[in-house]
């Protein structure tokens, strides 16, 4: 109902209305004084963005690790066919 109200509200051009936290009523939050900031939507990106680069940081030192300990017969990079498992209609004509 509460949602209803404040959709209501903003469909009458009244941008500013929003929920109290503290009563759960529909008020305007301009009266109350309640405003968000530019600074705290860039601070909320900023904080979003680092913290997706730690998450790729960690991802790249886990796997270059797991890489390390697999040993140094363990496959590296791409697989490249020997000739063993090859369909006989792909093997080239020697």
């Not at 509200?9 to 530019?38: C, R, S």
Request: proline share 4%; hydrophobic share 35%; net charge negative.
């Amino acid at each position: 109902r509460t949602l209803t109200k404040l959709r209501a509200q903003h469909a009458d051009g009244n941008d500013t209305f929003g929920i109290d936290g503290n009563l759960g009523t529909v008020v305007d939050m301009k009266v109350l004084g309640v405003w968000e900031p530019y600074a705290v939507k860039v601070q909320t990106f900023k904080t979003a963005i680092e913290s997706a680069t730690l998450l790729l940081r960690i991802d790249d030192i886990v796997s270059g690790i797991t890489r390390k300990s697999a040993g140094p017969g363990a496959p590296k990079g791409p697989q490249v066919e020997d000739g063993e498992n090859v369909d006989s209609e792909r093997q080239l004509a020697e």
